[in-house]
């Protein structure tokens, strides 16, 4: 069975939750859950080094291309 999760959030996450999203990234890597995320900054990236500091030779496909843009107001 494949485990997946989507480690996403706000850019401005108070660093509390960003230290509680970190733990909860290592502890999804190393019980077998893939993460899924943008990467951006803030909680994205609170998920993803967690799970890189439980598995340092872990690979990740983030998406971050999008981030680099400019929003679009409407």
């Known amino acids: 069975m ?5 480690g996403i959030g706000s850019r401005a996450t ?3 939750i960003i230290q509680l999203m970190r733990r ?3 502890y999804a890597a190393l019980e ?6 943008g990467g951006a ?3 994205d ?3 993803e080094s967690g799970a890189r500091i439980a598995l ?8 971050k291309s999008c981030y680099d ?5 409407v």
């Open 2 to 6: 494949n485990l997946h999760y989507a």
């Open 45 to 47: 990236q609170a998920f």
């Open 56 to 63: 340092p030779a872990i690979q990740l496909l983030v998406e």
């Open 41 to 43: 900054e803030g909680a």
């Open 24 to 26: 909860f990234g290592a």
């Open 14 to 16: 108070p660093i509390e």
């Open 69 to 73: 843009k400019p929003m679009l107001s």
């Open 32 to 37: 077998g859950y893939s993460l899924n995320t």
